[in-house]
């Protein structure tokens, strides 16, 4: 018997409620659905070992996320990437469909139909799920695996076309920064994160300080406040260097307090 068969209806209610959100992602009045969507793919590949962004271009913060995720592999492993899309064309003419576009609706007990039951969904999640049982079975030589899926593939991925040149460019070395093992930026309990953050606010050096910055200068980056994640990255260093980022941390701590 398959892993499929195994699963089958713990896979299909899994399927059919990322079928239901209507991403339609070239209609400002579904990007709530659009997030929606990428917030519970993110929530699904997170237990898989996944470390998950959710990104918009500079510029462009009406448009739907674009998930980024990245699974470390063995040391030495090659390195896969995954591209699919979330967004779905709209389902007009609606008189023509003989059951609802997004209510999912298994026919013969073997044929689903719903709008993106193939274009993208059930090709992208056919994938994620394939995936998680590989993963499961603990193989040796485990490649690192990163998966792209954005929310306009159907209306000209103009968020993504803006968005590549940097995410091509989002490696620590290319920043002057080093690649981390997961153990060397874990954290720990409530209180240990929150000294670990003024640790690093005060000054302290390593992979922790390195992750805060490239994180930092991506967000400064995707919000427009610079004009690349390098510039992002000196600007944060610069505040935190200059104690003006532990400073506003007190500030808030002690307006948070009173």
């Known amino acids: ?3 499929f068969d195994e699963q089958r209806e713990a896979i299909l209610k899994e399927y059919f409620e990322l079928l239901r959100f209507p991403t339609i992602g070239a209609e400002p009045m579904r990007l709530k659905d659009c997030v929606d969507c990428a917030m519970w793919l993110k929530k699904w590949l997170v237990p898989q070992g996944f470390s998950v962004e959710l990104m918009q271009a500079p510029k462009m913060l009406g448009t739907p996320p674009i998930l980024l995720a990245e699974r470390k592999g063995t040391e ?3 390195t896969v990437l995954f591209y699919g899309h979330y967004d779905v064309q709209p389902p007009d003419p609606l008189e023509a469909w003989e059951t609802p ?8 007990n073997q044929r689903v139909y719903c709008r993106g039951a193939q274009d993208d969904k059930g090709q992208f999640f056919s994938f994620l799920c394939g995936m998680r049982n590989f993963l499961s079975r603990a193989p040796q030589g485990v490649p690192t695996i990163k998966i792209v899926l954005e929310g306009q593939e159907e209306s000209g991925s103009t968020a993504l076309a803006a968005l590549a040149p940097e995410l091509a460019a989002l490696i620590p070395e290319l920043f002057g920064l080093r690649s981390a093992e997961k153990i060397e930026i874990v954290g720990g309990t409530p209180a240990e994160n929150a ?8 000054g302290a050096q390593g992979p922790k300080r390195d992750i805060v910055l490239l994180n930092a200068g991506a967000a400064f980056y995707a919000a427009g406040t610079v004009k690349s994640i390098a510039a992002g990255i000196d600007l944060a260093a610069e505040l935190i260097d200059s104690g003006a980022a532990a400073a506003k941390l007190e500030q808030i701590i002690e307006a948070s307090n009173r």
Do not use: C, H, V
């Open 1 to 3: 018997m398959s892993t």
């Open 195 to 202: 000294q670990i953050t003024r640790d690093i606010l005060n």
């Open 101 to 108: 576009p997004f209510e999912p609706t298994l026919k013969d």
């Open 76 to 78: 030495g492993a090659p």
